[in-house]
């Protein structure tokens, strides 16, 4: 079995969620390594988005600490405009985007704007920056967070990025055609939509954690998706590519 | 030619007032002149009205020093260490003094400066659909789309025009023509909707290098009023080609200002006790040169003759 | 990376359909692929509907040549010449056919395609107000502007998605990424608002050109179907820093257009009698060669190193 | 007395209309070489935009065509896109604009679309182009034209690009702020709005022709303005800043 970091696994599970050939809205830290991974493993024609305005068909040749890098400039496909990256999610185009978040809820809404709600701020959070766009028009959302009870919660106080808004057909009341979130990507699990209610379930645990420990730090009650299995472990060419992608083991 | 060249000190003297809507670097992580962040605090402006998508830590740091009455934009953090403790404060605490937040996307704040840009009364969009930005900021409308059979949602974005934008470049010439390649974010829509623009050149050229290529000009010189040569201006930014990102100032301002305290010494160290511009570069010192880029990747030419 | 060279022949065969909204060339004057022009004559294409702010004469030419079934666009006629003849022809007398005639301004073909290209569900303009456009074309909407405290209408414009963009550029690589100057008109709009793009480049570069200078980018590869290389590809339109504007030719087509037996006549000389692109070419001969650019006018140094 | 042209009289008669310090909107033909007479004359510092995307702070230094030739891009103070310099006219910062036409009335109304009108096509023209948004958009509008009895008529049949549409608050009762044609240069006349309803008056009649031929090749009641004069002959500064920006005497 490889010699990997919970982060890194968190990166390749992310990876894997990245099909060939799509356009994917990458976003920061975690997922750029992510998309840096499918690319050199089983998705060689996927392009990459950045919405300060860079799009990749191959990954950065350093380790980039933020998406306006000139690491990230330099060999890009087009360097641009925020305004021509987002467009092109805007206009249906991205198959996957990347959010993280602060606080999610089980119909995957994020917040990451205000803890306890616009009127009642208990922590100020940066905010939406692309957040927002990015699960309203993407036409898959993964979000990426850590995996505590009182940021896995029942409800959101404030929904800064759409998920399934209140369940079955919610996002189609709010006017938002499709997509929503796949799959939440934690340090302990993979959680996906079940049912026709979209509600968060857990689909696989990651190598040397429990079904219990992980429902036991969610704070709704957590059911499991039929079928739900262990996160497989990173296999040998994703651990060669990662390592390739994050060549000064940022993320080990 | 009208000569437009003058010291930060001066444009923003004379070019940024209390309470005006201010933009400083509309291209989210790169290119954001800090030297004019520092420089507005070192001024003691007050009652900005903050405008950005993602400026980084420039808004934080504006904001902790007592500068920013208002924020509209769509995230205010420092990308390194995520949370900008004195948004938070500010937020929570109101310390040092309340703020007005104005709450967009990247998306719709780039839409309604581009509306302001080129003048459209709105901008529909479909975005922030299904969050609560549409509640907490009132200033967009619902509408549905008329083209559309069925009953189509679509957001109303009003144009956001800023008193002025403080943008990084490259290189800019007298005029205050400017050349700037890499990712642009917001910054030509913010260019062209502000009221006042000062550039902020890593050099200044002579106009015919401007000239000689006049499809990278990111803000034509008519449309400027002030050109200031602040070389690696943009610290602790990166500027494409130019200057790294210096990562681990970042972190230091993170964790120096998680604390009233600790912010005020940060403050007093790197703003109130260098001076000014040269001031700045001259403390960095070795620490500058280690963030300079040295290596070439040059653009492949490009012929613009005529005969 | 995915090849997609092929010859304009294959190009306009296997991406142009019968019925297309098609775009050729979205700067009004220059960087026009009059080769495209001329390929879709030859194959016979039927009923596209041409979709331009102004493209030189090309639009004339298809429609005389019973390509045309719709036009959507801002301007028809010939830049040199004033009227085209083979658009008065098919409005005034539906000769060879009627045509449906979807009138624009540039402003508002821009809109719609910057709407049909960003996703926008429609674009409010304060343009073509008090202009007949409006009630010629049922294709806009009037509207209150609901952010202004007066009544003050606008008008609202719905996106145009071409299916098939054809654009001259200066250069490009096997994968589609290109690099284009000078002025751009519509071009990136209506490339990113199409559903299938074709470049028509000058010249076939390494994708280490293209890579070398981002923003240079007009469409970047992965919106591109297809890349041909037809150099002087624009002819008798002009490319900035490759080839001068052929006014002569401009006239010549005019006087010659006048009535259908001149045009006829133009037709076979310069498009059925030639062997495609190469073929035109060739027939220039010394004449393409006085409208070669020879000289040097170089865009100064732009580097993006990294480290 | 200095040797011109009519078409060279009516250039200067036009770049006498561009001040000082002006973003000026130039459009095709003789509005070209009349920016660049502007330039070198009383108006150094007026900024031209053509619709396709070049901005120029200097006259290009060979004979232009088209508004896109090489020569109007070599040297530019910036090329760009459509929306960029058209958007300059929406936001209302265009001083002036400069556009032709076959048909105006009283109203300064002009029609490049269709003779007879749209349901009735008798001459089918080319069409806006962006005349109309010129037309509607910029603070100040200086038509060019021939002065013929069948262009210049009392109404036209299809209004492309709007003037006062039909007089007195007609601009407002569109929408539109402000702005409209503050001259009509011909070949034989400047025609100038005049009173309440901006009807076109008979402003200064060029040297060589006479106020009674100018009304008779009017198709309207052609009224003169107060303070009616002959228009400016050409003068030796005039004529040697045309000579520099026409230099191969294309409107000799």
Not at chain 1, 153 to 167: A, K, L, M, N, Q
Not at chain 2, 58 to 66: F, V
Not at chain 2, 211 to 229: E, I, M, Q, Y
Not at chain 2, 235 to 260: E, K
């Amino acid at each position: 079995m490889a010699d990997y970091s919970t982060q890194e696994l968190m990166i390749i599970a992310a990876a894997r969620e990245i099909r060939d050939g799509e356009l994917v809205f990458v976003g920061m830290r975690l997922p750029i390594t992510a998309y840096g991974v499918a690319r050199l493993t089983h998705a060689p024609n996927a392009v990459g988005m950045f919405e300060g305005g860079v799009v990749r068909d191959a990954p950065a040749e350093e380790t980039l600490y933020t998406m306006c890098d000139p690491a990230n400039q330099r060999n890009a496909a087009w360097t641009t405009g925020l305004i021509q990256v987002m467009g092109h999610l805007q206009a249906g185009r991205v198959d996957t985007g990347f959010i993280g978040g602060a606080e999610i809820d089980k119909w995957g809404n994020i917040n990451t704007s205000y803890i306890g709600g616009h009127e009642d701020v208990q922590v100020k959070l940066p905010g939406s920056g692309g957040a927002a766009d990015i699960a309203a028009m993407s036409r898959r959302l993964i979000a990426i967070m850590n995996h505590e009870k009182r940021r896995l919660v029942e409800r959101v106080s404030y929904i800064t990025s759409p998920g399934y808004i209140d369940g079955e057909g919610g996002r189609a009341k709010a006017g938002i055609a499709a997509g929503g979130p796949a799959a939440v990507i934690t340090d302990k699990a993979v959680l996906r939509p079940h049912g026709p209610a979209n509600e968060l379930h857990l689909s696989s645990v990651h190598p040397g954690h429990t079904a219990d420990e992980v429902i036991e730090n969610t704070g709704w009650e957590l059911k499991t998706a039929p079928g739900m299995t262990e996160t497989p472990a990173p296999g040998e060419a994703e651990m060669t590519a990662l390592h390739q992608v994050d060549r000064q083991g940022f993320w080990r | 030619m009208i000569e437009k060249i003058c010291s930060l000190n001066d444009a923003v003297r004379n070019l940024v007032r209390d309470g005006d809507g201010v933009v400083i670097g509309a291209s989210l992580e790169t290119a954001i002149p800090f030297a004019a962040t520092y420089e507005i605090i070192r001024q003691g402006k007050k009652n900005l009205e903050m405008i950005a998508p993602i400026s980084d830590a420039s808004t934080d740091m504006l904001i902790g020093a007592g500068c920013v009455g208002a924020v509209t934009g769509a995230w205010v953090g420092n990308v390194s260490g995520g949370l900008g403790h004195n948004y938070r404060r500010a937020a929570e605490k109101q310390i040092p003094h309340a703020l007005d937040i104005n709450d967009y996307s990247n998306f719709t704040i780039g839409m309604a400066l581009f509306a302001g840009a080129y003048g459209l009364p709105y901008a529909p969009v479909r975005s922030i659909l299904g969050s609560d930005i549409i509640n907490s900021n009132p200033a967009f409308k619902m509408a549905t789309n008329p083209f559309s059979t069925e009953t189509e949602p679509v957001v109303l974005v009003p144009p956001v025009k800023p008193d002025v934008a403080i943008l990084g470049v490259q290189r800019a010439d007298a005029a205050g023509n400017n050349h700037y390649w890499g990712s642009s974010g917001l910054a030509q829509e913010a260019a062209l909707a502000a009221d006042r623009v000062i550039i902020v050149a890593d050099e200044i050229v002579e106009p015919e290098v401007i000239s000689s290529d006049p499809s990278r000009v990111l803000v034509p010189g008519f449309r400027v009023a002030a050109v200031c040569h602040v070389p690696a201006g943009t610290h602790p930014a990166p500027l494409t080609g130019r200057w790294q990102r210096d990562s681990a100032f970042f972190n230091d301002y993170h964790a120096r200002s998680r604390d009233v305290d600790g912010y005020m010494a940060w403050l007093d160290e790197w703003v109130f006790a260098v001076e000014g511009a040269p001031g700045y570069a001259e403390k960095l010192g070795e620490r500058l040169s280690a963030l300079k880029i040295a290596g070439s990747w040059n653009a492949a030419p490009a012929n613009y003759a005529a005969e």
